[in-house]
């Protein structure tokens, strides 16, 4: 019970050194390659998913949109496995460090936007100012659009910090105070294990959602772009 709080988001280190690079690595082990034939389940079942997913959100773009396919979904892929894998016990969850995620947010946002300006001038520029306004407003709306523009990335990087982190630490919290209870209350520390195991599945649900959320979104600005 006294340990921090926060102790599980603080970057995991062997003999001093960081092994966060190791720890973004893992993911990948998750899905292998097919090399054989006839596949099992489990790759039949991921090579599905990745299908669906890649068609449902891939739908919406043109040609030139539909080359950042692999991106997109190497990039729902990691943030999922990821996120499953920081609710196992004892284990560190890259995307509860709003570093990391502005380092995927701010290139692809980036990357979205130096293509709209690339293959739609006219138009990306035409975001900034909307046809009708009054020219008294002209100054501000750009200087309001401009910021807008700039905040994209940052709140993706924030949506997905604020949702992992939330759901850790009311893991946290309420696995203490089940702890706590159990010397004092059977009967409310059982209702305790039963909310924490509800919010545990709840989690899990929390995890695959967020990554198709920030997926989503990074999708709908390169099809603004594009």
């Known amino acids: 019970m006294n340990e921090n709080l926060f102790a ?86 890259p995307t509860t460090q709003l570093s990391m995620n502005l380092g995927m947010a701010i290139p692809l946002w980036a990357g979205t936007v130096i293509t709209g300006f690339r293959h739609k001038t006219k138009s990306s520029l035409a975001h900034f100012l909307p046809q009708g306004t009054p020219l008294p407003l002209i100054p501000m709306l750009v200087i309001i659009e401009t910021i807008s523009l700039f905040i994209q990335p940052m709140a993706l990087a924030v949506r997905l910090t604020a949702n992992i982190t939330a759901g850790h630490l009311l893991i946290h919290l309420i696995g203490g105070a089940t702890l706590a209870l159990m010397n004092i209350s059977t009967s409310v520390a059982l209702i305790t294990f039963i909310i924490l195991i509800l919010l545990t599945i709840l989690e899990f649900a929390v995890a695959l959602i967020q990554a198709y959320v920030f997926t989503l979104l990074v999708s709908l600005y390169l099809h603004d772009n594009t």
């Not at 090399?35 to 773009?61: A, D, E, G, Y």
Request: glycine share 4%; aromatic share 10%; net charge positive.
């Open 8 to 93: 599980s988001f603080t970057t995991p280190t062997m003999m001093g050194l960081p092994i966060v690079v190791l720890i973004i690595m893992f993911p990948s082990i998750m899905f292998p390659s097919p090399n054989r034939l006839i596949n099992n389940r489990l790759i039949s079942l991921q090579q599905w998913l990745v299908q669906l997913t890649s068609k449902q959100m891939l739908t919406i773009h043109n040609y030139k949109g539909q080359t950042w396919a692999l991106m997109l979904m190497s990039l729902i892929l990691f943030i999922g496995s990821t996120n499953l894998l920081g609710l196992l016990p004892h284990s560190f969850t």
